[in-house]
């Protein structure tokens, strides 16, 4: 394991294995607080926002995910964090933009691997 591996992107939330909190279809959604993502589930599933677990994520998790074909959603603090690592690790990743996305109120840069 590679020490950027342990590297804390941000927080994901779920309500099962099997349930994680998605934008944007079946991204994951990773935010760069615990209570930026609180905000986020809060807007996505206000009935359901109290039986969500909120918990951090990794590089290295999220870097798995991404092998397997998930795709995630960042907001600005944690692509921030995620981008550099992604990088460094040789993924194909841009700078993002967030000052021009929130003109269109785009809040998150989706992440996913092409399968070509």
Known sequence: MKPSDSAVIGFFAYRSRQEVICTEGDACLVAGSERQMRGYVSEIDPQGASGTTIRKTRFGEILRGLHLGAAYAFDEEAYARFFPLAHAAG???????????????????TVRLSSH
């Open 91 to 109: 993924l194909p990743v841009e700078a993002a933009n967030f000052g021009a996305a929130r003109s269109t109120e785009t809040r998150f840069l």
